[in-house]
């Protein structure tokens, strides 16, 4: 009986599973959309309950239409969306709340009421104070859901990221994470990977609501739902993190970037933590079972593709994210147009959430094709602000980086990419990497595969971009961008 593996990638926008075969080719998938709330301007939530009658549904169809039999599957692993906060009964299953998601804004005042800790976050947590992580969207809930502080006193209202939460409902009632979905709360300490009572007392937030923290790789239960059969569930990895597995980013000094909702550049550093003094993160990269973690440097970009949505969607330009590339193919370069799309303040490395878009730069001569330019190209250059603050915090000389994710479509932002880093940009075959990493964790704990050194064997090239443009060009278009940004900081007070 052949045999398969797969993963359940609940990512930001919508959920999938997709079957791996044990050379990793994917050998079926499902996906379905959730809806994207917005109760008020910064705020975004998403309904728990949705996702995972969404889960069960692409894990159902998945099956009907590969005629696989759950029998055939050897284990499953679980890929998430990272911070993004549900709290839930333990008893009924209910959320007391929808989940906060890692956009949402709305704990502003709760992170500048921290900011006098920043230095003993950054120290503990490898992250800086903002409302991108799980704790003051935690705080928030319990100091704004009527009984909910209590119900987390006494043990009935749980926490969870999305891999929690799913896992719980998967395996009927076990409440865990893995160390690299942790290591996003702003909660758990970097060395000891374990809450941190410290910060949870700075928090106000009881220990006893938040899930045991277990390595990212490793057999943490049997599927109660969604299949006939039980499987173990024995990978869990947060999306970026899944992302740079799969790319079996697994040296000291691989680099990928996810080019998704966001843009997420992932840089291993091996055992060290590496505290970053340029606006980067220090998060864990994985834990394989028992050894020791592998930590990484995060520049994380949080509008790259969601832009192209927006001009798709607000501005009507374009009638699906493919046609970008058309619209912008239509003139040689920007024109002068640059676009800051700083839409929930600016991350990495500038940390700004007073920040708001601008498109500057306009004059008679531009159009709707330099606008898409400047779309694209906003991405390619919010990835040069990261990799400079990386190669500056690393000490190392990043020669190559390896891409994935839906906006690796855009032939026209890769050779951008490549023109303004000015080093080699390689996409990998499989673009699913994010599921893939998940299944590769999963794979690595139920003796699949023997070891990384087998993974590494399965990663192949389909395309690579290196600069053709001139280094007098470069240093032209990155200052404007640099000026562009300048101008977009502080719009909010
Ligand atoms: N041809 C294209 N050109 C430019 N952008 C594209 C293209 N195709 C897809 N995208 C963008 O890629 C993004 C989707 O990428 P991907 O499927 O990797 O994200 P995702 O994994 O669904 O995101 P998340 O996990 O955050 O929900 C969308 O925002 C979309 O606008
Ligand atoms: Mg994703």
Partial sequence: MKMFIGAIDQGTTSTRFILFDHESNIVASHQIEHKQIFPKAGWV????LEIWKNTKQVIETTLQKSEISDK?????????????TVIWNKKTGKPYHNAI???????????????NNEKLFQQK??????????????????????????AAKNGNAIFGNMDSWITWNLTGGKHLTDVTNASRTMLMNLKTLDWDAELLGILDIPRKMLPEICSSSGIYG??????????????ILGDQQAALFGQTCFQKGDVKNTY????????????EIVHSQNGLLTTVGYQIQNEKPVYALEGSVAIAGSLIQWVRDNLNLIKDAPEIDELAAMVDDNGGVYFVPAFSGLFAPHWNSGARG??????????????ARSVLESTAFQTRDVFDAMQKDSGLKIMKLKVDGGMTNSKLLMQFQADILNITVVASKIAETTALGATYAAG???????????????????????????KDKRIKLYNKWQNAVKRSLNWEK
């Avoid at 969604?226 to 024995?234: K, L, R, T």
């Avoid at 998704?260 to 055992?271: A, D, S």
């Avoid at 601008?358 to 606008?371: C, E, P, W």
């Fill in 45 to 48: 939530e998403h309904d728990p």
């Fill in 72 to 84: 055939q599957i050897v284990a499953i692993g679980i890929t998430n969306q990272r911070e993004t």
């Fill in 101 to 115: 998601v890692w956009q949402d804004t709305r704990t502003d005042k709760i992170c500048k009421s921290l900011k």
């Fill in 125 to 150: 947590t490898g992250l800086l104070i903002a409302t991108y992580f799980s704790g003051p969207k935690i705080k928030w809930l319990l100091d704004n859901v009527k009984g909910l502080r209590n």
């Fill in 222 to 235: 049997k599927t109660k739902f969604g299949f006939e059969n039980e499987i173990p569930i024995s990978g």
């Fill in 260 to 271: 998704g909702t966001g843009c997420f550049i992932l840089l291993n550093t091996g055992n």
């Fill in 358 to 371: 601008t498109i500057i730069g306009l004059t008679h001569f531009a159009n709707k094709s330099h606008i």
């Fill in 444 to 470: 690595l704990a139920v003796g699949f595969w023997k070891d990384t050194n087998e993974l590494q064997k399965f990663w192949k090239e389909k395309q690579s971009w290196n600069s053709k443009i001139t």
